[in-house]
C-alpha cells in the first residue's frame, strides 16, 4: 500500500500543476497577469467595477454620454488583444443595444459611461468574455484587452 502511495503522490502533484496550463482550467486573475508592455496596461490609473472589469479612459469624448443603464443604442470600432499583445481581432462593430447580449459581457459593461469621441481601455476577465470556451484564436479563460472607440450613441 505505501508504494502504491509513494508512486501516484509524485503522478498527483503532476497532474495539479499540468492542470494549471494555459490551456488547462486555470483562470489568471487580472491582478497577477503580466501583459505585453505595448498594451500600456496601467491598473493602478484604471477603475475596476463590481464585475472585475478594468477600465481606463484614454481619451474622454465630447460628446453624448453612453448610460450605464442597459437599453441604449451605441457604435463603436475596437482592437482586441491577448495579454501576451498578439492581436485577434479588430474592426468597426455595427451598433447594438447594450443590455441584450450582442456582445460580450465585458465590452458592454465596458462602452456604459463613455461618451462619443472619446477612447477606453477595457480589460476583461476571462468570466466576462469567453470564459472556458476557445473562440477562434483566443485561447480558453483568456484575460482580453480591448481598446474601444465610441462613434456614436442614442
Not at 14 to 36: H, K, Q, R, Y
Not at 49 to 54: E, I, M, N, V
Not at 123 to 137: A, E, F, Q
Request: one cysteine or more; a neutral charge; charged letters at 15%.
Amino acid at each position: 500500500m505505501r508504494f502504491r502511495l509513494r508512486l501516484l503522490l509524485p503522478l498527483l502533484a503532476i497532474a495539479l500543476v499540468s492542470s494549471c496550463s494555459e490551456s488547462g482550467p486555470f483562470v489568471p486573475s487580472i491582478e497577477s497577469t503580466n501583459f505585453d508592455p505595448s498594451l500600456n496596461v496601467d491598473l493602478a490609473a484604471s477603475t475596476k467595477t463590481a464585475s472585475g472589469l478594468y477600465y481606463r479612459d484614454i481619451v474622454v469624448g465630447a460628446g453624448a454620454q453612453v448610460p450605464t443603464a442597459p437599453g441604449a443604442s451605441v457604435t463603436t470600432s475596437y482592437a482586441g488583444y491577448l495579454r501576451n499583445g498578439v492581436m485577434f481581432d479588430d474592426g468597426d462593430l455595427p451598433a447594438f443595444t447594450t443590455g441584450t447580449g450582442a456582445v460580450i459581457a465585458g465590452y458592454d459593461e465596458g462602452v456604459r459611461g463613455m461618451r462619443v469621441g472619446g477612447q477606453r481601455q477595457l480589460i476583461i476577465p476571462p468570466n466576462l468574455g469567453y470564459g472556458g470556451s476557445r473562440v477562434g484564436s483566443i485561447p480558453a479563460n483568456s484575460i482580453l484587452v480591448f481598446f474601444v472607440t465610441l462613434s456614436a450613441t442614442n
